[in-house]
Each structure stands twice: as structure tokens, then as C-alpha cells.
């Protein structure tokens, strides 16, 4: 139950990721009414997922990384 919940939150992130970034592409064409505020929009969208969800992604490449060191050192049966 723990990894579904687990796997499911890295899911929901990356998800959430893709939307604030296609939000913010709108956004920026609705108040320039141009590619160049499309293009302005989006960059701060992408500044605002790495501020606010790096730090998430991090954690959860960790906890992958974690995982994979573990398997490795585990003693074979």
C-alpha cells in the first residue's frame, strides 16, 4: 500500500507539472495576446515548477535512488 501511495504521488506531481506549465503558456497568450507572451508565460511557469516542485522531484529521485542501493546490497537467498 505504502509504494502505490508512493508511486501514485510521484505520478500526481509529474501531472501537476505538465499543468502548471500548459496554464502558464495560457496565461501568457491571454495577457500578450502573442507568441512572445505564450513563450514569456510559459518560462515563468517553468521557473515557478522548479522552484516549487523541484525540491519534491528531488526527494522522490532520492527515495528511487535509495531503492536501487538497497536492492543491489541485499544479500541473494
Given amino acids: 500500500m505504502i509504494r502505490l501511495v508512493a508511486n501514485a504521488y510521484e505520478f500526481l506531481i509529474e501531472v501537476a507539472m505538465w ?4 496554464l502558464g503558456a495560457l496565461q501568457g497568450y491571454a495577457v500578450g495576446q502573442s ?3 505564450a513563450l514569456f508565460g510559459l518560462s515563468l511557469a517553468l521557473i515557478f515548477d522548479v522552484v516549487v516542485f523541484g525540491t519534491l522531484v528531488i526527494l522522490l529521485e532520492i ?6 542501493i538497497a536492492r543491489r546490497t541485499a544479500p541473494s537467498p
Fill in 35 to 37: 507568441l512572445i507572451g
Fill in 63 to 68: 527515495r528511487n535512488d535509495l531503492r536501487k
Fill in 19 to 22: 499543468i502548471v506549465l500548459v
